[in-house]
């Protein structure tokens, strides 16, 4: 596994700002976390820096003098060159309006100020890991139509081979090259050699027999694929075009067709859709089937919205602390086993993980798993993947402390806050290159507040969510407190299913 950092110090960042207390803020925790920063403080400053040197990252200011951010994403998103370079827009304009507009112009995603640290890190993460993705991507897409001209070259300068065989599969002529594809060094060799093809050629003898069938119904045959075997034992691929030639009375006096090698072919192709199946995968572990299906047919910006979903999410509580603890492939390894886990209980009870946010992780239920099928509305599995969370976690312990600040904490489990709630939600894929299945709405929003002003252990939900529990789950009521963002609300404890 890679070291983060490691990673982070090859990603160089452009931070654009006409505020130098802004720029440097933002300079100051970038640099912390490993990025190269590189800054300008107007447009015309910007588009300079991106020709000079071009950026992983963009991070975008709107209110700016001369050019403001909205042209500047224009521009840089207009040409070619420049378009793959994911820009985050951060301004104190939080209207639906101009963050539409900010989408509109090519940003891959918006921030508002004031600056929220976890939430630039991690929206920063984001791009810069699904950039990464496209051009893996888009390396496997070079690599295959690189192998397929070379494919062309080969076999558009080869020499094919020409025969002529009886009815009963004895050849009469044959050309040089078709002996030397064979393994033979003369057409004579080859004629006194093969007396019969059905026995003596093809891998299968019963293709023989379909090439016969085929004929009876066709006077031609393109591109008849077989494996045969060469003079010295060894099988190759050939492929055949073959017709009849028949007297004035039509009846059938022998076969002649051309023979193309196509075992470097056979190779490629096989190879080729092993690509294929690598990239699918690779797409499917990062988007439901569904959207992948409809990024395979359209690649226009995908949404959905969702009458009813139930959004999860789960913070390990005390992990930023510890983190500090640990080196970074410690740290990685055991955030890797435990979302592993995570990952294994989300599937068995048929959830979408849409992503995870240093050590926060967030499920949904309600996406249609199929492609045209309705959403499946799945409360009660999400229910019991957040208990089943809450059990799974108990079984990873933290590791040896380095210092004796966190000694208290040495080899207790750890502990999960986790809150839940009920409601619409709108789920898609922005931007046409970058492939990210996210969530909005404010249903999203209380669950997150759900999670973090919950309690360590416990599993926080809505009234929303409560309504649809209650009767076969045990919920014991919070009472009614102030949500960030909400004002008052009535929570509950999810505590266990209902024995019946």
Known sequence: MHDNTTLRSCQDILVVDDNPNNIRFLSHILTQQGYRVRKAINGELAINAVRSSQPDLILLDIMMPHIDGYELCEQIKSDPQYRSIPVIFISALDGELDKNRAFRVGGNDYITKPIQVEEVLSKINIQLSLLNLQKLLQEEAQARQKAEANYRSIFEHA????????????????????AKLYGYDSPQELIQAISDVNQDFYVRPQRRDEFLAYMQL????EEFESEIYCKNGDKIWISESVRKITNDQGELLYFEGTVRNITEKRKMEEELRKQRRISEELLLNILPQYIAEKLKKNRHT???HLPEATVLFADLVGFTELSAQLDSTELVTLLNEIFSSFDKLTKHYGLEKIKTIGDAYMVVGGLPMQPNQNPDHSVERVAKLALAMQNKIKEFHRPLPLTKEIEMLK???????????TGPVVAGVIGMSKLQLDLWGDTVNVASRMESQGLPGKIQV??????QLKYKFKLEKRGIFNVKGRGKMTTYW???EQIL
């Open 218 to 221: 066709y006077d031609y045959v």
């Open 411 to 421: 080899n207790k489990p750890f502990q999960l806050r986790i809150g839940m709630n």
């Open 462 to 467: 809505t009234q929303a969510t409560y309504d």
């Open 159 to 178: 020499i094919d081979g020409m025969f002529q065989t009886t009815p009963e599969g004895e050849f009469i002529k044959a050309n040089l090259a078709l």
């Open 302 to 304: 995908i949404a959905d």
């Open 494 to 496: 999810l505590l266990d």
